[in-house]
């Protein structure tokens, strides 16, 4: 079945610094999505991507989708101790089929 | 908006007992509801898909007679684990799309907020 590669599987960062993760998948995606989770809480939608090229931007974080359709990354500017948590992407492929999670990349951020 | 809540967020119970889990979206219509399961650092496991007024749709290897699934009504989906075993100790969540929108078309999915089950 489809899966996604998600990486980095986990990154330790400084307070302030730029984080960048990324998603790649052998299956072309129409929706790109990318999820945080807090521990013991469920996956909170941070972006949606719904074409191929799109940037979308929600405060700190910019998303794209990538062109070939089979890739997305996420990138977190001057990242803060609140941005702790697991990212997962995941993408769809359309009116067949759920949704496909990565595995995530745990992000820590030391203040 | 696109608010699913989930109850309880936690329980435990003794091995043989069912447990109910329910999962309501607030403020939208949910004609597709999604149970997920996730094991300690792992990505989230489709368990099924959840259908109002229809039976729910397993994936391979989720029992349907282990897991019972009831999506009653546009809001509401509930999740019972029967004759739970220490192996069923899990983080159960649920998701939702809104109706006309999610899976069918755009795949977006709105998450609640988990319910952490532990069999003793």
């Known amino acids: 079945g489809q899966q996604l590669n998600q990486s980095p599987q986990s990154m330790f960062i400084q307070e302030g610094e730029d984080v960048s993760m990324n998603c790649t998948s052998s299956s072309i995606f129409n929706t790109w999505l990318w999820y945080k989770q807090d521990p013991g809480e469920g996956p909170v939608l941070l972006i949606a991507l719904y074409k191929a090229g799109e940037l979308t931007s929600n405060g700190r974080l910019t998303a794209q989708f990538g062109i070939t359709r089979k890739d997305s990354f996420l990138n977190i500017s001057a990242s803060i101790p609140s941005d702790v948590g697991i990212y997962f992407c995941?993408?769809?492929?359309?009116?067949?089929?759920?949704?496909?999670f990565g595995k995530g990349t745990k992000l820590s951020v030391k203040p | 908006g696109a608010v699913v809540s989930q109850h309880p967020s936690w329980v435990i119970c003794k091995s043989g007992t069912s447990v109910k889990i329910e999962c309501r979206s607030l403020?939208?219509?949910?004609?597709?509801m999604f149970w997920y399961r996730q094991f300690p650092k792992q990505s989230l496991m489709l368990m099924a898909t959840s259908n109002e007024g229809s039976k729910a749709t397993y994936e391979q290897g989720v029992e349907k007679d282990k897991f019972l699934i009831n999506h009653a009504s546009l809001t509401l989906s509930t999740l019972t684990v029967t004759s739970a075993h220490p192996e069923d100790s899990s983080f159960y969540i649920c998701?939702?799309?809104?109706?006309?929108?999610?899976?069918?078309?755009?795949?977006?999915?709105?998450f609640g907020e988990g319910s952490r089950l532990t069999v003793l």
């Open positions: 998701s939702a799309s809104i109706a006309g929108r999610g899976t069918s078309s755009t795949g977006e999915l709105f």
């Open positions: 995941a993408g769809h492929g359309g009116s067949q089929g759920n949704l496909i």
């Open positions: 403020d939208f219509q949910a004609t597709t």
